[in-house]
């Protein structure tokens, strides 16, 4: 089965099996972890499709953290032409990355 959920403000397509990396979910390592906005769920096919109206309530998916972490570091750099002025900054986005282990409906 097939699901498309919604999570830290992007949308994912997963499915049983799956890993991962989206943004950081407040829960320790190997915790179990249910994702509440599931906006659409099919069979591998495509024939069976369920939409939601914006989410399904009675669909779940269910996922275990694998993983805390952050990613690599991007750099940031700001310059004003003319007067001498750079800034270089840095930055590590943190990541929770999960292995989903169940997609279900009912």
Known sequence: ????????GKQYIVQKGDKIKI???????KAKVSF????????????KIKLG?????EAKVEGKI???GRHKK???IKQIPKKRHRL??????????VEITEVAIG
């Open 1 to 8: 089965m097939l699901a498309v959920i919604k999570t830290g």
């Open 23 to 29: 943004e950081k979910l407040p829960a320790k390592e």
């Open 36 to 47: 509440k906005e599931i906006l659409l769920v099919s069979d591998e096919k495509g024939e």
């Open 53 to 57: 109206d914006p989410v399904l309530k």
């Open 66 to 68: 694998l993983k805390q």
């Open 74 to 76: 991007v750099t940031i």
């Open 88 to 97: 270089k900054r840095g930055h590590r986005q943190p990541f929770s990355e």
